[in-house]
């Protein structure tokens, strides 16, 4: 159990950095809070695995300090600071068998054997590996070798947290929901802290309680899953969440409407008296355009250029002036064949100046 | 030209990996191969390409049998899961690489490149190694070179798998507008049933190196022939229920009661499996047919757009789909509901005798 | 359409064919029409059976070279493999140095054997060898041409300053392919420096090492060049190692004896090798620790 605090973080894997571009990670200030489940995401090369790493020890940032508890750990290896990680491929010691490989890091702090054995015991029975204890641990799948890497973690008192580095990546699609659903329930049996890095969504909107957008180095957002979907801060953030994500449309506004090209739109007057200057963008999630085929207030025009059938419900992809939007219609509702209506529903209509949030 | 697969099998060492595979593919159709992995698609995939021989049966393109032509004669182009490109070309010569080694004039290698580079906005990378790209430009790369040989045959092995979520759904956009432009049989393997639903056209779904069912891809989400195809083309996975049928109503062995309306309603009695999806459990009742489930939430699982609720009901474990991001905590206690005219009815053979009626409007396939 | 690839690529291959079967098959085939023949002289044989075989079996000079050529393979390996193994764990991991290191450590695998012999020579000598007078001047009256002990230091030291630097690259390039992960984890798991090599980089290593110690067993059971420019097989028969003594038995003009034991040589060299290999292979995958 551990408060992990970053204080003005900064790395650069150059020895001399330039500019603000040198850097990997650029100035993190922030606050785990003991006991939360936390995902940091991001596309590929946002600094995630950077950070990741800072945390754990393996890396020592160029700027800052990273305190656990208040206590100064900047300077400590990752052997001092209480912390386990699993990495994105099963590590394991081939040559023991799963029995102890799970004891390794107990054995290594010179735990006694009686402990030992009730403590790999306890985290086997936890983690489904009892029945393979004494196999050797390279013969095993890669859901279970994962198992055991998260079990070498697990058996320690003393850890305050447990750090994640996309850890499914090489598991099978369909063993994914158990496993994910196992680190679900091993947080609240354990209350860690759990940290946990991937650029897969999903992963990240279940396991953590909340989630930290990256991009290029810096953190965007902090929220809850829901916070995340319904008010994201960062146009980014509007984009990588969702499936497909928020779509953002250029536009300018006039008084209390936004001006696309395509039409004109109510925006909720709250929101428009704070709009001031900038480059202006509407952002709505799919999920909250209608299609219709009758015009009314709020409704721009458009054409339906492709249909994808997605099970649960259609995406509708539509042209509209030169923008295209996609829109997302449950099963069973009728889908205009060529010119439509798409209504925007003001309360979930988003503004952003300047890529940030209005609000 | 069209493809023809005729009783393949193919046993390497022992292990089956394919059995009595008898496909037809036809120009201009987009064909997608669903199942989980061993299922036995990048050996169809290899066997198409003429990369390897199939123990038994023959591959006929247009009638011809090419079964032991090797792949150089062949016109077939394919992209592979790893991104695999030329790491000491630039980008220009992998994707001019088959024109070359078919002797076409520089002009007209020239001509090519440029437009298929343009396709998949490579245009300002052409003179860069495929070690100074991203992930994603390196599999649009490798797709390049694949495309502009305007081979008949287009095999994509699980092409997006090792890209990025995000990547993965635009490069995904991107693809689809492609196909559609080509002349050729494309074939595309994935893993992920929600990915070949969007991805439309046919399917053909294979599981443990056999053929369970092929069609058009709606159809086949709509009327999956048995308990089997049900599960692999399904995410999250559909629930399966066993029931007893009798003359008034149906029994679910979980202990709730479905009246027999809509389709259900000339069901003989005996006992049956059940399958809902998990989308066609609701937290909000819809009609009043509507069966209620109090229930409390085991885990909910969050997608970006959709929620996925585990809830567990005399001791089974089902799960719910809902639009958008909801929280529930484990442990709190909801209401499901569920329609009997959503139900699908498997026989003990476990074959459909039932499906829910499609929707009229049900909207099918990308153009 | 097939079949004429197939055929086709027959036809690349027998140039190859024809080679081998001129420098390697037919001389092995002629080596065994010998081994089985009394050759009183051109054009003067007489079959004998498996009498040379025999002879060679109870021949004690034999067994005494066979000793010998044990011992002398057994230090090679229990001194070489250790060693590279140790040189390849302090090397740099990248950067200009683990260039220059690579390339120094390459050079005395470049050098012709033989010339590798009158190097140690030279450099032993107790007049004006480098290493030879340095030893004297501190007193040891060090002389490998009339004392055996200090004959078989000196040809153990040249075999090992030869061909450590091939274990030294073998299992360097293992090394090179444990991902950091692996070090990372045992970092967290808190293991020491001497866990970390027993649990990660000697597993890891495996295959590295088997090719190591096949390829240094073989070369170093079939060593001629360099001992026999250095000692000659002295002092008297101290460094006569197995192919030195069946040189020394074919140019005697016994053919049938020499192509007999060529035969038994060659026999020993695999099994030993077929054993070695089932030994690393159970180590690796078998159940015993």
Redesign the interface.
């Known amino acids: 159990m551990a408060k992990i605090e970053l204080e003005n973080i900064a790395h650069s894997y150059q020895p001399k950095p330039a500019s603000d571009d040198d850097f990997a990670l650029k100035k993190v200030h922030t606050v785990w809070e003991d006991g939360g489940a936390y995902a940091l995401l991001g596309?590929?090369?946002c600094g995630k695995t950077t950070m990741l790493n800072v945390i754990?020890g393996?890396l020592t940032p160029s700027q800052g300090r990273v305190l656990f508890d208040g206590k100064d750990v900047t300077k400590l290896?990752?052997?001092k600071r209480n912390?386990?990680?699993v990495?994105?491929?099963p590590?394991l010691?081939?040559?023991?068998t799963v029995f102890d490989n799970l004891a390794?890091?107990l054995r290594?702090?010179k735990v006694e054997e009686g402990e030992v054995k009730s403590r790999v015991h306890e985290i086997a029975e936890i983690l489904d590996l009892s029945p393979y204890l004494n196999k050797r641990a390279s013969g095993l799948a890669a859901d279970a070798k994962q198992k055991i890497?998260l079990g070498?973690?697990l058996v320690r008192k003393d850890v305050a947290a447990i750090l994640f580095d996309e850890p499914l990546t090489v598991i099978?699609?369909?063993l994914k929901?158990q496993l994910?659903?196992k680190l679900?329930e091993i947080h609240?049996q354990f209350g860690l802290t759990l940290i946990y890095v991937t650029?897969?969504?999903?992963e990240a909107?279940?396991f953590a309680d909340k989630i930290v957008i990256m991009y290029d180095g810096a953190l965007l957002q902090i929220g809850?899953?829901?916070e995340?979907?319904?008010d994201p801060a960062h146009t980014f953030v509007g984009?990588?969440?969702?499936?497909?994500?928020m779509n953002l449309l250029p536009c300018t506004v006039e008084g209390n409407r936004a001006v696309l090209d395509c039409g004109s739109i109510p925006l909720d007057p709250a929101v428009a008296a704070k709009a001031g200057q900038g480059e202006f963008k509407i952002g709505i999630?799919?999920?909250y355009l209608e299609l219709g085929e009758q015009p009314c207030d709020g409704a721009v025009a458009g054409r339906v250029v492709?249909?994808?059938?997605?099970?649960?419900?259609?995406?509708?992809t539509v042209e509209s002036g030169c923008s295209k939007f996609k829109v997302?219609t449950?099963?069973?509702?009728?889908?205009p064949a060529d010119s439509c209506w798409v209504y925007f529903p003001p309360e979930r209509t988003k503004l952003f100046r300047d890529q940030r949030l209005v609000k | 030209m069209g493809l023809q697969l005729d009783f393949i099998d193919r046993i390497v060492e022992g292990e089956t990996h394919l059995k009595d595979v008898s496909l037809n593919f036809e120009t201009g159709q987009r064909y997608v191969l669903l199942g989980r992995t061993q299922a036995g698609k990048t050996s169809l995939l290899r066997i198409m390409a003429g990369l390897d021989r199939p123990s038994k049966g023959r591959v006929l393109a247009d009638g011809k049998d090419v079964t032991g032509m090797s792949v150089r004669r062949r016109s077939v182009a394919m992209v592979y899961q790893q991104f695999i490109n030329y790491p000491s070309q630039t980008v220009f010569d992998n994707i001019a690489s088959p024109l070359r080694i078919a002797g076409t004039p520089k002009a007209e290698i020239k001509r090519r490149v440029m437009e298929t580079a343009r396709m998949l906005h490579l245009e300002p990378l052409l003179s860069r190694l495929p070690a100074e790209l991203s992930g994603g430009q390196q599999q649009r790369t490798a797709i390049a070179r694949a495309l502009v040989k305007e081979a008949q045959l287009l095999l994509l092995d699980e092409p997006l798998v090792n890209l990025d979520y995000k990547l993965r759904e635009e490069l995904r956009d991107e693809l689809q507008l492609i196909f559609g432009q080509r002349e050729s049989v494309v074939v595309y393997t994935t893993t992920e049933p929600t990915e070949a639903l969007m991805l439309g056209g046919n399917i053909i779904i294979m599981h443990e190196g056999r053929v369970l069912q092929t069609g058009p891809t709606a159809e086949v989400y709509h009327r999956p022939a048995t308990t089997q195809v049900a599960e692999v083309f399904s995410d999250p996975p559909i629930n399966f229920i066993t029931a007893e049928v009798d003359d008034a109503k149906a029994h679910l062995r979980i202990g709730i009661d479905l009246p027999l309306t809509g389709h259900l309603c000339d069901l003989p009695p005996g006992v049956y499996k059940f399958g809902i999806r998990s989308h066609h459990f609701n937290l909000v009742r819809k009609t009043v047919d509507d069966v209620e489930i109090r229930t409390t939430v085991e885990l909910a699982e969050i997608n970006g757009s959709e929620t996925f609720v585990h809830f567990r009901y005399r001791n089974r474990s089902l799960v719910l789909q809902e639009q958008g991001v909801r929280i529930f905590k484990a442990g709190q206690e909801v209401s499901v509901f569920v329609r009997p005219c959503d139900v699908y009815v498997f026989g003990e053979d476990d074959r459909l005798v039932k499906a829910p009626q499609c929707p009229a409007t049900c909207a099918t396939g990308a153009n | 359409m097939e079949k004429w690839e197939n055929n086709r690529a027959w036809f690349l291959i027998l140039p190859v064919f024809v080679i081998v079967a001129f420098s390697a098959i037919i001389p092995l085939m002629t080596v065994v029409n010998y081994s089985v023949q009394d050759i009183l002289g051109p054009g003067q044989r007489i079959f004998v059976g498996t009498e040379w075989f025999r002879e060679m079996l109870t021949n004690s000079r034999l067994h005494d070279a066979l000793i010998k050529q044990l011992i002398f393979s057994g230090l090679v390996l229990l001194i070489e493999i250790p060693l590279g193994i140790a040189i390849a764990l302090t090397m740099p991991h990248k950067g200009w140095t683990a260039s220059v290191c690579l390339v120094l450590l390459a050079l005395p695998l470049l050098i012709p054997w033989n010339v590798i012999g009158t190097i140690w020579i030279i450099f032993t000598r107790p007049d004006i060898g480098l290493f030879g007078a340095t030893i004297n001047t501190l007193g040891l009256a060090f002389d490998h041409t009339a004392n055996p002990l200090h004959a078989w230091i000196t040809v153990l030291l040249m075999e090992v300053w030869h061909w450590t630097p091939l274990v030294v690259l073998l299992a360097y390039a293992g090394l090179r392919s444990i991902p950091d992960a692996y070090y990372q984890a045992a970092k967290i798991d808190g293991a020491s420096r001497w866990a970390v090599f027993r649990y990660i980089q000697l597993p890891k290593m495996r295959w590295v090492l088997t090719i190591a110690v096949l390829l240094r067993f073989m070369d170093s059971f079939l060593i001629y060049a360099e001992p026999f420019v250095l000692t000659g097989g002295g002092p008297g028969n101290a460094t006569t190692f197995l192919s030195i003594y069946l040189v020394k038995l074919s140019t005697a003009m016994d053919l049938g004896p020499a192509a007999a034991f060529s035969i038994i040589y060659f026999l020993i060299v695999l099994l030993f090798c077929w054993i070695f290999y089932q030994a690393l292979q159970a180590v690796g995958t078998g159940d015993k620790s």
């Open positions: 596309s590929s090369g754990s393996l290896p990752p052997e912390i386990a990680q990495f994105q491929f590590v010691y081939d040559t023991m390794f890091p290594n702090r890497s070498r973690g099978d699609p369909h929901w994910r659903r679900k609240t650029h897969d969504q999903t909107m279940t809850s899953p829901d995340l979907f319904e984009y990588f969440i969702g499936s497909p994500g999630r799919p999920l492709s249909v994808e059938f997605e099970g649960s419900s259609s995406i509708v997302r449950p099963e069973g509702r009728p889908v």
